[in-house]
């Protein structure tokens, strides 16, 4: 059974610091892209980041220069560094892979839990 299982999440005051992680647990052939999306209250899931297999990343213009996402292939663990966090940063945030179980298998999205960012005026 494939499993996304984050940490990091918590509270901090405006300006500051916290980093995200999210491993993948099971049997599985192969990872494609990995990302973080957020969620706030009475909104709608939105992309934070995105890193593909080989690096190339991506970031919602709301988060760049302020976010890194970053991976460690060898252990299908994704990373999410955020600094001069503000407010507007408060939301349960998810993690997402694009998993293949088995090479003759498709590709398929798989979530975490979610973990919650609270950041304080």
């Known amino acids: 059974q494939v499993q996304l299982v984050e940490s990091g999440g918590g509270l901090v005051q405006a300006g500051g610091s916290l980093r995200l992680s999210c491993a993948v647990s099971?049997?599985?052939?192969?990872?494609?892209?990995m990302g973080w999306y957020r969620q706030a209250p009475g909104k709608q899931r939105e992309l934070v980041a995105t890193i593909g297999s080989g690096g190339i990343t991506n970031y919602a213009d709301s988060v760049k220069g302020r976010f890194t996402i970053s991976r460690d292939n060898a252990k299908n663990t994704v990373y999410l560094q955020m600094d001069s966090l503000r407010p507007e940063d408060t939301a349960v945030y998810y993690c997402n892979a694009d998993i293949r179980r088995r090479v003759w298998f498709r590709n398929e999205g798989y979530w975490g839990q979610g973990t919650q960012v609270t950041v304080s005026s």
């Open positions: 099971g049997s599985i052939f192969s990872i494609n892209d």
